[in-house]
């Protein structure tokens, strides 16, 4: 889409197209790791925010917060963005933690063998 929304000439779009497809398969492979950290930290935000609204919208008779009136105040604001982006970026920490212990534990191992 963006070649023809340059004005690139239509001929070259296959090209292009192919030349994209392989970078993108060069770089999912480098990156292959990474792709997974971050896809799994949101997947984990994303069900950690769907489960507090639940939480709210389950127990409005108890607690006395109407959960459709503060999903409304707050999704026209950036505090929704930051509830979902807060603990993905915690998941990221947490994850990219454990690799050097993952390689310190087989690199003891290896010694020890």
Known sequence: MFWIEQGMPEKYIIAVFVAGLILGAVLGYCLFRAAIIIITSSAGSYFLLAGIWAVLRKSTEHTGINAEELF??????????LMFVLPALGGVLM???EFPLREKKKDKKEEED
């Open 72 to 81: 409304n105040e707050i999704s026209g604001s950036g505090v929704y963005i």
């Open 95 to 97: 994850q990219m933690r």
